[in-house]
T-cell receptor
């Protein structure tokens, strides 16, 4: 079993839809949780960063962490074609420097 | 520069040849990471530098892979005797590595390596 599981998709939604992206993990030591967005032929860029359980909102994006269920989510409201990209979850325990990434979910938002 | 720069952006080589991939991190970033991304896969950790030393080399897949960093700046990832399974995008990232920011990696656009 991988430490971090993520559905690779692809996920195709119409413009304006609410998108839900999810990851599960097995290592209860993970404390820091991130979502990266990767456009084609580009490196990943940090989208959201959370520590511990709870919600964090930034514009149209909401990151949610449920440590009891070992489950994290990224919600995108009012999705736009420019949101079409691969979304990677990443996480790590405290006191280490190695991020563990999910495989990424490819999202396509069509007009 | 403003961001992490990697060169070359594309590299095609023949099986058995050696290749060198270069990474210029963001100025002042003390932490530097190399990741590998195979087609349709997530990012696979290779090696991490703090300054010029590498406290974590656990991800290097074999002794054909090595990396160095000089002047707390440029890093080079070397793959000797390349194999077809080495074909992937090699991504470099850097971070300021303060307690508040060491989770926030800034990635380059990667080097697409194709081994024929």
């Amino acid at each position: 079993q991988k430490e971090v599981e993520q559905d690779p998709g692809p996920l195709s939604v119409p413009e304006g839809a609410i998108v839900s992206l999810n990851c599960t993990y097995s290592n209860s030591a993970f404390q820091y949780f991130m979502w990266y967005r990767q456009y084609s032929r580009k490196g990943p860029e940090l989208l959201m960063y959370t520590y511990s359980s709870g919600n964090k909102e930034d514009g149209r994006f909401t990151a949610q962490v449920d440590k009891s269920s070992k489950y994290i989510s990224l919600f995108i409201r009012d999705s736009q074609p420019s949101d079409s990209a691969t979304y990677l979850c990443a996480m790590k325990p405290g006191g280490t420097d190695k991020l563990i990434f999910g495989t990424g979910t490819r999202l396509q938002v069509f007009p | 520069g403003a961001g992490v720069s990697q060169s070359p952006s594309n590299k095609v080589t023949e099986k058995g040849k050696d290749v060198e991939l270069r990474c210029d991190p963001i100025s002042g970033h003390t932490a530097l990471y190399w990741y590998r991304q195979r087609l349709g896969q997530g990012l696979e950790f290779l090696i991490y530098f703090q300054g010029n030393s590498a406290p974590d080399k656990s991800g290097l897949p074999s002794d054909r892979f090595s990396a160095e960093r000089t002047g707390e700046s440029v890093s080079t990832l070397t793959i000797q005797r390349t194999q077809q399974e080495d074909s992937a995008v090699y991504l470099c990232a850097s971070s300021a590595d303060t307690e508040a920011t060491n989770e926030k990696l800034f990635f380059g656009s990667g080097t697409q390596l194709s081994v024929l």
